[in-house]
C-alpha cells in the first residue's frame, strides 16, 4: 500500500534526522523543522483519507 511506504521512507529519514542534527546550524534546523510540519499535514491527510475509506467499507 502506498502509505506503508511513504511511512517506512519517514523512517529511515527519522533516523537520518537524529543522526545528523547535532551537525546541522540554526538555519538548516529551522528548514528541517518546516519540513517536519509539512510531513505532519500530509500524514494527516492520508490518515483522515484512510479513516473516510474504512468507514465508507463498513457501510
Known amino acids: 500500500m502506498e502509505i506503508d511506504k511513504i511511512l517506512s521512507n519517514l523512517d529511515a529519514s527519522v533516523d537520518f534526522i537524529s543522526m545528523t542534527k547535532p551537525y546541522m546550524n540554526t538555519e ?29 467499507n463498513n457501510q
Open 28 to 56: 538548516e534546523i529551522i528548514k528541517l523543522n518546516k519540513a517536519v510540519v509539512q510531513i505532519n499535514k500530509v500524514i494527516k491527510i492520508y490518515e483522515d483519507r484512510l479513516e473516510e475509506e474504512v468507514k465508507c
